[in-house]
């Protein structure tokens, strides 16, 4: 038999109710909130992710599912939405009208990685893009959203956690400072951060291999070195937290795995997902328009990763199961066959309904029906036939009330919406 690929994963019905029912909050509180949904391709040139990401990322470097397509061209499933998200911005010059544009998008991302409980190699995000805002308002506001999506599906125990990366002014003190400690601590670090410690310092600050953890214990933080503009928008961006009533941690070495960032990073994290404990991350990128061809606008943004929050919502997929409202128990083959009629002409009605189309014994019938959890059963045998009256019963209440045939999906509908 042929299984799924490692690391990929099905979501089958009774779990995916669970999913259409985050989808929809999101979708609902992303409207209220002025976004609007883009839909971008799975696959992109490579170039679009080895320049935004960067090259020395784990994304980049490591794990994303890379190949020459059959004319040669070398392409990418998308291991992230930003840098499609931004592309689109560009090259259909979303900004003419107004820079400012929020826009959402909900679809699967690929990674490499090594699989566990909460990190997948098709995984999905819910992702939200605030482009051409340069205000720290815009990251708290992203925030916000996050911290409210997360109470509407009932999470506990989610914490946001805040930092600052500074900008090009800022940032090149702060490399010097820990380019100095990095090497008095050289030979301890691991092989990756040998490599990148040069090029790209401030990827050793995200390295999770222990003996690295340990040799920068002592590294300077970027939020010590924030310029005066840097340092302003950061403190309007707690500011802002605080009125709105979002506790938030600020956690100096969250410096995130994607060499886009600039000022604000954020990351809501919780206890329930084990090693995996990022729930959503995300910052702003104020650079990243320009450097893939834009006008020199700014942006922010953030991902969910949807798996993880549909292993930790205090939501029960089984409270989303959809019920019949009707099930029709058809006794013999011509019973059986005005009912598949009448099965689907409710069905056309928008009534939820289903049938045996087996031949099938009222007993197992009835059962089905519990199994199913419908809401009513109408019955329908030869007695039925004879006299043009079908039997509907509710099975809540045990009720049975006769529904003449004449006219009988209107009295169903009627009956079953009132
Ligand atoms: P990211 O931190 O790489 O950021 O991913 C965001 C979220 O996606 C993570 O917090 C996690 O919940 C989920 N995630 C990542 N990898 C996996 C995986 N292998 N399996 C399951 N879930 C995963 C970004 O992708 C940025 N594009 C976010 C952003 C948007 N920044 C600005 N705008």
Redesign the pocket.
Known sequence: MIQLIR?FKDILPGEVELWQKIEQEARTLFESFGFREIRIPIMEKTELFKRS?GEDTD?VEK?MYTFADRGGDMVTLR?????S?VRAYIQHKLYAPDPAQRLYMIGP?F?R?R?QK????Q???I???VLGVKSPLADAQLIYLLVLLLERLNVAGAEARINSLGCHACRPDFRAALQKLLASVGDRLCEDCTRRKDRNPLRVLDCKVPACREALSDAPSVVDYLCDDCRRDFDELQAALTSLGVAYIVDKRLV???D??TRA?F??QTGE?GA?S????????DKLVKELGGPDLP???????????AEIVGLQAGDYQPRPDVFLAALGERSRSLAFEWCCRLGREGIRVEMELGDKSLKSLMKSADRLGAAHVLMIGDKEREEKVALLRNMGTKEQIAVPFDGVIATVKRLLTK
């Open positions: 690391g990401i994304i794990e291991p992230e939405a930003t840098a998200i991302m990674r990685e699989p909460g990190r997948y190699r995984f999905y995000q992702d939200a893009e995130r795995g994607l886009y960032y990073t990351e809501i997902l995996q990022a729930v959503a991350g995300g910052g702003r990128y942006a922010t943004g953030f991902a969910i990763g949807f798996d993880r929050l």
